[in-house]
């Protein structure tokens, strides 16, 4: 069965669940971007201690997204929410290009996706499916395009 009649299936399923992982550095728009998933005010936002999950309803899809803190003393125990994860989405302060070592805000100074891309090695992962998607997580700019690619090309039902 291909691809395009498993997405056909699960659009016609509304309980096919998707599980988001958000990582990435302390600072980088993590919470504020799943705030703004869940239409939630973003204007007060404080650093994630532990984490923080969410589940929230996104073409034909429940998405429980959960949100890691990224201080370096958490970074450690990322692994241990791979699991049945489906999508791992990692949020990246394109303006803090000091940053971009440890991995790297949306401002004007933000990097382009080829520059990112680059940074990251991305042109090396071949096994698996990828998207650099340019957003904002306090106005929201892009974030809608970033989840309909996600619900288009990596929503895949779980084995």
């Given at each position: ?79 241990n ?19 971009f ?8 100074t933000?990097?382009?996706?080829s ?45």
């Amino acid at each position: 069965m291909g691809l395009l009649s498993i997405l056909r299936r699960l659009k016609h399923s509304p309980d096919q669940e998707v599980r988001l992982l958000l990582l990435g550095l302390d600072n980088a728009g993590k919470t504020t971007l799943l705030k703004q998933l869940a239409s939630e005010d973003v204007s007060h936002i404080t650093p994630t201690q532990g984490f923080n999950i969410k589940s929230m309803q996104s073409q034909g899809f429940k998405l429980n997204v959960w949100d890691i803190g990224g201080q370096r003393k958490i970074r450690p125990y990322w692994r241990n929410y791979f699991e049945n994860t489906d999508v791992l989405i990692y949020v990246i302060d394109s303006s803090d290009r000091k940053r971009f070592e440890e991995t790297g805000q949306d401002l004007m100074t933000a990097a382009p996706a080829s520059e990112l891309a680059e940074g990251l090695n991305l042109h090396t992962i071949r096994d698996r499916v990828w998207q650099i998607q340019a957003c904002s997580a306090i106005t929201a700019e892009g974030v809608q395009d970033g989840m309909t690619w996600v619900c288009k090309n990596i929503a895949v039902p779980k084995k």
